[in-house]
């Protein structure tokens, strides 16, 4: 009699511990489902580029441990621009701090270009701090289609006309340094992958309707600012060539719009433009300077003052601010009612309303 009240006390005891056991697992389950969204071994959802590597996340003070499956990899850019089609920025210094200009010409890019990826390449950026870009730039958050990569000069030079010059050249004795890295590296990008090249203060206003282009900044000078190319063209492939055959960091623009306007001569003349035309050269655009450069350099100051009407720049797939130029001496405010504020308003609000700061009294 003993004996079987002990065995129906243990089967109770097992029982009970089994209940236990599984209601445990299932709310440890739930938790779990709800934290793997948002915390992974240290790495959260990236969301811009998708999940970070797959991985086993264990918590030392709850002794839990939970696999993450299904999770896709993070996309590279082979991955993202495969189509030929997207949109490129870079930024060649290791700045991770992006001045509002730089964002509104993302953000205008990615409501312009909805259904192409917009990838912004940054030297200060790397594999293991990509998390942080929704803090980063959450005017950006928003925007799925905008990508994010780290800039790296000797892996992107590799296998190209610019890998041999890259590996004897000493960046500390170059003058320009900046704009030479950030030319040679648009040049690479744009071939190896394709799609449109823009500077970081062009702000879109509506999409370029070409794809093999060049813009005229006037008729005795090409940019490149903005351009765009299929893939492996032979105009990328020249002007990388040119490149190298023609180094002088003396002398500035020489390997950027000296280098365009030099290559495109070799497949015709430089057209002059009477009116708003674009011309041909071959199977080659050349998008009149009305296109991006309404407001030629030496009139920059012209998009920091208030004007009695608006242009409506009806002939403009954008707008180049001439930050160059500028170099930071003069800012947008709100309320101050000059076009760039206006600019601002209607190409990049979330910019506007995010990182402008309060109205002006």
């Known amino acids: 009699m003993l004996n079987s009240i002990r065995i129906a006390a243990f089967l109770l005891l097992m ?22 969204g948002f915390i992974i071994k240290g790495k959260v959802f990236n969301f811009i580029n998708g999940w970070s590597n797959n991985t086993e996340v264990s918590s030392v003070e ?5 696999k993450t499956t299904n999770t896709p990899p993070l996309r590279t850019p082979s991955e993202v621009l495969k189509e030929g089609n997207g949109i490129i920025f870079l930024e060649s210094t290791d700045r991770m701090k992006l001045p509002p200009l730089v964002l509104c010409a993302v953000e205008s890019a990615a409501r312009v270009y909805k259904d192409r990826p917009v ?66 590296c648009r040049l690479v990008l744009i071939w190896k992958y ?18 093999n282009f060049i813009a005229e900044e ?10 765009g190319f299929s893939p492996h063209h032979l105009f990328t492939q020249k002007c990388m060539d040119g490149f190298v ?8 623009g020489q390997q950027g719009p000296i280098l365009f306007t030099r ?16 011309a041909m050269c071959g199977t080659i655009d050349i998008l009149n300077p009305q296109r991006f450069y309404p407001i030629s350099y030496p009139a920059w100051r012209r998009y920091y003052e208030v004007w009695n009407k608006l242009p409506t720049f009806e002939n403009s797939y954008g707008l180049h601010l001439w930050n160059y ?37």
Request: aromatic fraction near 14%; proline fraction near 4%.
């Open 119 to 184: 990838a912004f390449f940054m030297k200060g950026l790397n594999d293991t701090n990509t998390e942080e870009l929704k803090r980063l730039f959450p005017t950006l958050s928003s925007l799925s289609n905008v990508y994010f990569f780290p800039l790296k000069f000797e892996e992107l030079f590799t296998d190209t006309p610019l890998q041999s010059w890259y590996s004897k050249i000493n960046p500390q004795q170059q003058s320009y340094w900046t704009h030479v890295s950030a030319d040679g």
């Open 245 to 252: 055959q023609n180094y002088n960091s003396q002398i500035w």
């Open 218 to 227: 006037n008729s005795q000078s090409s940019s490149n600012g903005v351009f």
């Open 194 to 211: 394709g799609g449109i090249y823009l500077d970081t203060d062009v702000i879109s206003i509506r999409t370029i309707p070409k794809q």
């Open 62 to 66: 709850e002794n839990v441990s939970m």
């Open 263 to 278: 290559v495109i001569k070799t497949f015709c003349d430089l057209p002059r433009f009477n009116d708003k035309e674009d």
């Open 325 to 361: 130029m500028n170099n930071g001496k003069i800012s947008v405010v709100r309320g101050s009612n000059v076009l760039a504020e206006h600019l601002y308003k209607t190409y990049c609000p979330s910019t506007y309303e995010e990182i402008l700061g309060p109205t002006k009294q």
């Open 15 to 36: 029982v009970t511990l089994g209940f236990f056991y599984s209601t445990q697992r299932t709310f440890l389950t739930s938790v779990g489902n709800q934290l793997q």
